[in-house]
């Protein structure tokens, strides 16, 4: 038998000055019906999906994630995202991916694996960074690399994100895009809001390819007939 002397340090931190965070959650349907969390951690966003955490299944890679997951009572399952998802053909109702999938190698395989597993007329709630924000043209442009690099493997603009997902049969059916309002925070920071407070907006669509840093999209499952 296993034993634990101490609890685990948190692989991801809940953090109120990621207000995506709190935007995919609104986004959350008012009927979860059977849903997964792809990339769950320890159950960070579960947690703040406005108290409708106990229908959710956390899906992670990591074996000490998922420990930590099971025992606050919740359906956890251990698998590799590149490797396709443990769930059968139209099995779930919906799907969260909270900063995920510029992680993974195969995203596309993976979005296609999603359509599978969510019945038509499913949702999808994403979010994700994006490449082309003017402060990574910047690095690129000064010659220096992305700032995730070794740590995000996909880079996505916003085109071809929703191409991988209209190829794989989902709609984009409510968005926002949220940007960091550099000037503002290091005011807010000299007026003693702390060293690392961050000013967010919420970028308007005719903006969003210059000063969006994240994507948070809920998507619709469509039907497969033509």
Known sequence: METQTSAPSPLRRRDPDRPWYAYAARLLPAELGRWADLGCG??????????????????DYALSSARAFRASGRP???????????????????????EVIEHIVRAEALV???????????????????????AYRWRALTGHPPKQEG?????FTRDT??????????RLAAQASFGKQALLSKLARLAGKGPK????????RPLETLFAQHFV????RMSDSK
């Open 161 to 170: 994100l929703a191409a991988i997902f209209a190829e794989a049969g989902f």
């Open 42 to 59: 320890r159950g960070e966003f579960i947690e703040q999906s406005s108290g409708k955490e106990q229908s959710g299944i956390g899906v």
């Open 217 to 220: 999209w809920r998507l619709e």
């Open 112 to 134: 296609a694996e999603l359509a599978r597993v969510i019945r038509p007329g499913g949702w999808l709630v994403v979010t994700t960074p994006n490449v082309v924000h003017v």
């Open 76 to 98: 956890v399952v251990v698998a590799d995202l590149n490797r396709g998802l443990p769930f059968a053909t139209g099995a779930l109702d919906g799907a969260t991916m909270i």
């Open 151 to 155: 740590y995000h493997y996909r880079f």
């Open 197 to 204: 407070h961050k000013v967010r907006w919420v970028v308007p």
